[in-house]
């Protein structure tokens, strides 16, 4: 009689440990599947529409004066956002409370706030300030400010509040976006066009 003793079946804890490496790698891989979906997700839809602002102002004649204000300036200045929503997501429906021009999003710690346009104060109606459908267009809040800050309220976030009580900051010449909210925008931009372009041949 032969006998191998090269060879030994697995015992009971090996077996445990392999089923519970293959549970593991299941689980980690429908994580990371779930979380890419997610992620993509959420650039694509997220909020479901687009904020754009330009700044108009009274006060300097730049045609005159051959350029705009500058540190050495004196006098002041009014200064008035203009706003756009463009719906990305027709199913998204947000109501636009008000215009701000403030630091910061945070209701707690908005730091400084140079003005507020509350449109339903102002009698716009809701279904011109609703998302979801047409191109929304408002005026924000006029701004006394000295000419020789005109920079820095270029730069000065503009932001659009909805009636839950979130914040969207406008895309605007001082305030473009970076990091995770250019490559959303970017890719929202390229999917868009996209869209269009199907459409337009086939119709």
Known sequence: MLYDFGQSSP???????????????????SIFVGGSAYVIWWILKYPGFRVGANWTFVGWDVNKMGRLPNATDAGEMEFMPNVAVTSRDMG?????????????????????????????????????????????????????????????IMNFPIFVQTTDGEFFQAQSPGNQPKGIARLRFDVQDFVDGARRRIFSRLG
Not at 104 to 109: A, C, F, Q
């Open 11 to 29: 015992g009971p804890l090996s077996f445990w440990m392999e089923t519970l490496s293959i549970f593991l790698g299941d689980v980690f891989a």
């Open 92 to 152: 998204v429906k947000k109501i636009i409370f008000a215009v701000w021009v403030r630091e910061r999003p945070d209701p707690t710690d908005p730091g400084e706030i140079l003005g507020k346009h509350d449109l339903q104060a102002a009698g716009v109606p809701p279904e011109a300030r609703t998302t979801g459908g047409d191109l929304l267009k408002f005026p924000g809040p006029r701004i006394r400010y000295p000419a020789a800050k005109f920079q820095r």
